[in-house]
Nanobody, 124 residues
Framework: QVRLMESGGGSVQAGASLRLSCAVSGSTYNHYNMAWFRQAPGKEREGVAG???????LYADSVKGRFTISKDSAKNTLYLQMNSLKPEDTAMYYC??????????????????WGQGTQVTVSS
């Protein structure tokens, strides 16, 4: 059974940086296409960034140039470096694993496994 555990969230001022981590345990079978999603109150869950088995990243337009996704396969850990944070980045951030063939669409239904989330709050 795949388990994902996020950490690294917090409350920061606009312009600050945070690094989120997602520790993966359990079966390694689906540790190929992974992603970060976020969900703000009253809004749908949206894809922020994804990374394939070879480490190629992709980003939502809203975070391109500010966020960097990476993974350490030896540590079974996924990261999201977030710079120049804005109040609109405030949300619960989720790690997702087991992305299917169309994982690059960064839709929640494309991913099989989810963490519990870590809260990011950015104040102006």
């Amino acid at each position: 059974q795949v388990r994902l555990m996020e950490s690294g969230g917090g409350s920061v001022q606009a312009g600050a940086s945070l690094r989120l981590s997602c520790a993966v345990s359990g079966s390694t079978y689906n540790h190929y296409n992974m992603a970060w999603f976020r969900q703000a109150p009253g809004k749908e869950r949206e894809g922020v960034a994804g990374i394939d088995s070879e480490g190629s990243p992709l980003y939502a337009d809203s975070v391109k140039g500010r966020f960097t996704i990476s993974k350490d396969s030896a540590k079974n850990t996924l990261y999201l470096q977030m710079n120049s944070l804005k109040p609109e980045d405030t949300a619960m951030y989720y790690c997702a694993d087991g992305g299917g063939e169309t994982w690059w669409r960064l839709r929640p239904e494309e991913f099989a496994y989810w963490g519990q989330g870590t809260q990011v709050t950015v104040s102006s």
